[in-house]
């Protein structure tokens, strides 16, 4: 059966930098993984830096004229910002349908936008296996018409012991200082100070274990690829 892997620059073949060959080798990535252990019918989507709603999208796309051809995709998911717009020149989001200025609620238009997206007819015959990567799974399969499983939420607490992940590591970060170059509020700013702060206070936990973790995470934001050997372990032969 074919295999069709999405997700962001963790799903990918390469993260683009010469000092990521290292601890990111090709011979390392998911990619190869699943080839390893399914053969050659594996192909990979998975672009760095897009949004699952980008994937989905495009998932969509690909699959036209083949809606009858058995599939199964194994989706690695991203922070869910990434599918509002954000402008890299004013750090700001871009004006969006999709936006709100409360954290919450943009989470939930968000999570309506996927839900429609999976109604697409020509997904029907697709298997989906979803995990947790840069971010733990944000939306619920369970919503969405056709087969989905969560082999596990969030692969790095699961597998490797990481403290709950915020989920917001794109836009909200911590800097040398320990400064946020952004905060919650900064870009959702009707967002009560409790939860701004409660989700601050976990980005900030997971990534002071992330650089307490350097074999793990050897660049820092990344989980080192040789670890997908147990995360193929977790899907069906």
């Known amino acids: 059966m074919t295999w069709i892997i999405l997700g962001d620059s963790w799903s990918s073949t390469s993260l683009n930098t010469l000092l990521s ?11 190869m993984h699943m080839r390893a252990r399914y ?4 192909h990979c989507w998975a672009e760095a830096g897009q949004s699952d709603l980008h994937q989905l999208q495009r998932l969509r796309w690909g699959l036209k ?14 922070d869910w910002s990434r599918c509002v717009g954000f402008d890299s020149n004013s750090r700001r989001f871009l ?3 999709h936006r709100s200025a409360n954290y919450t609620e943009n989470l939930k238009i968000i999570q309506q936008l996927m839900l429609e997206n999976f109604r697409d007819p020509v997904l029907a015959n697709v298997e989906f296996y979803h995990w947790g990567g840069h971010s733990p799974v944000w939306f619920n399969p369970a919503d969405a018409p056709g087969s989905h499983t969560v082999i596990t939420h969030d692969f790095a607490q699961s597998h490797f012991g990481a403290p709950r992940n915020s989920g917001i590591s794109t836009y909200v970060g911590v800097a040398a200082s320990d400064s946020w170059t ?5 870009l959702w700013p009707t967002t009560p100070v409790e939860t701004a702060q409660r989700l601050e206070r976990l980005l900030l936990k997971h990534h002071n274990w992330r650089q307490r973790s350097p074999k793990l995470y050897p660049d820092g934001g990344h989980l080192a690829w040789k670890n997908y050997s147990k995360l193929v372990q977790l899907l069906p032969q």
């Open 21 to 31: 060959t290292e601890f990111y080798p090709f011979d390392h990535s998911l990619f």
């Open 182 to 186: 952004h905060s919650v509020q900064d």
């Open 95 to 97: 004006p969006s349908p």
């Open 65 to 78: 004229g083949c809606e009858h051809t058995p599939v199964r995709v194994l989706w690695g998911w991203t």
């Open 39 to 42: 053969g050659r019918d594996v």
